[in-house]
C-alpha cells in the first residue's frame, strides 16, 4: 500500500505546481521552459508507474460493500468520463461547455470507481485522484482571467471525441481485466 500512497503522492503533488503560479515561474525560469517541461513530465510518468505498480501490489482490504447500482452506474459514467477525457485537447463545443473536461471526467471516472469498488485500495486511489479533480477546479477557476483565446468549436471534432471515447471506453471494458486486473464481463 506504501508504494501506492506513494505514487499518489508524488503524482498529486506535481500537479498542483500550476497551482502556484510563482513557484511554476520559478521553476521554469531556473529550468527552462523544455528542461520543465521533461521533468515534470517523467516525474508524472514516474507517479503514474507507482501508482499503477502499488495498486496491483496493494491487498484487496474490504471496507465498504458497494450498492449493487454501482456497477450499472460505472458503466455509464466511465465512457462519458473518456469523452470528456477525448475532448480535452480538441477544438469542442463539450470544450467550450465544460470548460475543465480533462477534470470533470476524472471526477466522474472516480465516482464511478468508487461506487463500484469498496475496498480500500480502490478508495485511496480513485478518492484521491476525485478530491484532486475538484480542488485542481477550484484551483484553476480562481486564478483564471477569463480571457480565453482556443480555436473556435467544430462539431467534427466533438464528433471524433464522441467517437474515440466510446471506441475506448469499450476497449477498455473488454480488457480492463487482462489491463487492472479485475475483468467486468
Do not use: C
Not at 478518492?127 to 482556443?150: D, H, K
Amino acid at each position: 500500500m506504501n508504494v501506492l500512497i506513494i505514487g499518489l503522492t508524488l503524482f498529486v503533488a506535481l500537479h498542483l505546481i500550476p497551482s502556484v503560479p510563482p513557484l511554476r515561474t520559478s521553476l521554469i525560469e531556473s529550468l527552462g521552459e523544455k528542461k520543465y517541461r521533461a521533468i515534470f513530465a517523467a516525474v508524472a510518468f514516474a507517479g503514474l508507474a507507482l501508482i499503477i505498480w502499488g495498486f496491483s501490489r496493494a491487498d484487496f482490504e474490504p471496507v465498504y460493500q458497494p450498492a449493487t447500482w454501482g456497477r450499472s452506474l460505472a458503466f455509464g459514467l466511465v465512457p462519458i468520463a473518456v469523452i470528456l477525457f477525448a475532448a480535452a485537447n480538441m477544438p469542442t463545443h463539450i470544450r467550450a461547455f465544460v470548460r475543465h473536461p480533462m477534470l470533470a471526467g476524472l471526477f466522474l471516472w472516480a465516482i464511478a470507481h468508487l461506487a463500484a469498488n469498496g475496498d480500500l485500495r480502490s478508495i485511496l486511489l480513485f478518492g484521491t485522484l476525485g478530491a484532486f479533480s475538484v480542488l485542481a477546479t477550484v484551483s484553476i477557476v480562481m486564478r483564471s482571467n477569463q480571457s480565453s483565446q482556443e480555436k473556435a468549436p467544430r462539431l467534427t471534432m466533438d464528433a471524433v471525441a464522441i467517437v474515440s471515447g466510446i471506441v475506448v471506453a469499450g476497449l477498455l471494458a473488454k480488457f480492463h481485466g487482462v489491463l487492472f486486473g479485475m475483468p467486468l464481463m
